[in-house]
C-alpha cells in the first residue's frame, strides 16, 4: 500500500489535533443527519419502510436510496435543486475516505527529513500501526491540523448546500399546507392509507368517488 511522504509542518502538540477530531466527526455526522431528514421528508408517510430501512442501510445504499428519491419525486423541487443535492452527495462521497482515517487514526510525533535537507516535525493524526509496521514503515495518510481543519469546511460547504434546500422545501410544503382546508387534509390521510396498503380494496370504494364524479 502506498506511502504519502510527510512534508508540511506538524502539530505543536497532540492537543491540537485532539480538539478538532470531535467536531470534525460532529460535522460528518450532521451532513448524514440533514441527507435522512430530506429522505424522510421526501418519502414521508406514503413509504414508512423505506424510511426504516435508510436509517439501517450502509452509507452506498443509503445515497443510491436517495438519489432514487430525488428522481421519483422530482416534481416537489424547483429547477436545479436536484442537481445540487446529487453535486453535493457526490462530494460528500469524495470526502467519506478522509472520514474514516480521521475517525480511525492515530495520533504520533514524527520527524522527517526530505531529500533537499529540509526537516519537518510535530504531531500528525496518522494511519495505525498496523498497518505493515514495522515490516514497512511509514503511513498510508497523515494529517495535520490545518488539513483536518480544511476537510471540516468541506464538509460543512456540502452540508450547507443541502440543507437549504431542504429548508426551502419545508416552506414550500408548509406554505401549501396552510392554504389547504380540513377536506383536503382528510382526503390527503385517506390517499396516504390507500396508498401505503392499509385500507383493503373491498373498502376503497367508500373513500372515493365515483368516476363520473372525477370531472
Known amino acids: 500500500m502506498a506511502k504519502k511522504p510527510i512534508t508540511a509542518p506538524g502539530a505543536a502538540s497532540e492537543d491540537e489535533i485532539l480538539q478538532l477530531i470531535g467536531p470534525a466527526l460532529h460535522w460528518w455526522e450532521d451532513s448524514e443527519s440533514v441527507l435522512m431528514r430530506l429522505f424522510k421528508h421526501i418519502c414521508g408517510e406514503a413509504e414508512p419502510v423505506a424510511s426504516v430501512a435508510y436509517e439501517y442501510a450502509p452509507r452506498s445504499v443509503r445515497y443510491s436510496m436517495l438519489e432514487e428519491a430525488l428522481k421519483h ?73 490545518t488539513t483536518i481543519a480544511a476537510w471540516v469546511e468541506q464538509v460543512r460547504d456540502q452540508r450547507w448546500e443541502v440543507l437549504q434546500i431542504y429548508q426551502a422545501l419545508l416552506i414550500r410544503d408548509q ?17 396516504t392509507a390507500i396508498a401505503a396498503g392499509r385500507v383493503p380494496a373491498s373498502e376503497i370504494g367508500k373513500y372515493m368517488k365515483a368516476r363520473k364524479d372525477w370531472d
Open 73 to 145: 419525486y422530482s416534481f416537489r423541487f424547483v429547477p436545479d435543486e436536484t442537481a445540487k443535492i446529487l453535486k453535493a452527495m457526490k462530494r460528500l462521497n469524495k470526502l467519506a475516505a478522509v472520514r474514516n482515517e480521521i475517525a480511525h487514526g492515530m495520533i504520533t510525533h514524527h520527524t522527517q527529513a526530505g531529500k533537499d535537507g529540509t526537516v519537518v516535525s510535530g504531531y500528525y493524526l496518522v494511519s495505525p500501526p498496523s498497518e505493515g509496521w514495522p515490516h514497512d514503515p511509514g503511513y498510508r495518510f497523515h494529517h495535520t491540523p
Open 175 to 191: 406554505e401549501e399546507q396552510s392554504k389547504a382546508d380540513r377536506d383536503w387534509f382528510m382526503q390527503r390521510h385517506q390517499a
